[in-house]
């Protein structure tokens, strides 16, 4: 059974960084897609940021490209979220989650499963 536990979250002012971890079990990390996702209240969940199997290739949602960097830590069955500049706009619950066997859309969701519960970020002056 796949697995994820983030933590990290906090509250943070504007221009401010926060590393997000997420361990992950039940999974070999480096043959899985695996991605970072929020959800902010009142609002759809979004990708925020995905790598890829194997390749390791990134894609990044355009509001966080240049601020955010996605990693994974193979040995430690861990996967990073660093976020740099931080902005008001990016306060919200931040998930991640493995891709659904098959072809899928990096930063749709609904191509993703195995959900944790979730680490909150506020950004707030």
């Known amino acids: 059974q796949v697995q994820f536990v983030e933590s990290g979250g906090g509250f943070v002012q504007p221009g401010g960084s926060l590393t997000l971890s997420c361990a992950a079990s039940?999974?070999?990390?480096?043959?899985?897609?695996v991605g970072w996702f929020r959800q902010a209240p009142g609002k759809q969940r979004e990708g925020v940021a995905c790598?890829?199997?194997?390749?390791?290739?990134?894609v990044y949602a355009d509001s966080v490209k240049g601020r955010f960097t996605i990693a994974r830590d193979n040995f430690m069955k861990t996967l990073y979220l660093q976020m740099n500049n931080l902005k008001p706009e990016d306060t919200a619950v931040y998930y991640c989650?493995?891709?659904?066997?098959?072809?899928?859309?990096?930063?749709?969701?609904?191509?993703?499963?195995?959900w944790g519960q979730g680490t909150q970020v506020t950004v707030s002056s």
């Open positions: 790598i890829t199997s194997r390749a390791g290739t990134t």
């Open positions: 039940g999974l070999t990390l480096k043959e899985s897609a």
């Open positions: 989650a493995t891709a659904l066997p098959g072809p899928y859309v990096p930063l749709d969701s609904s191509f993703f499963t195995s």
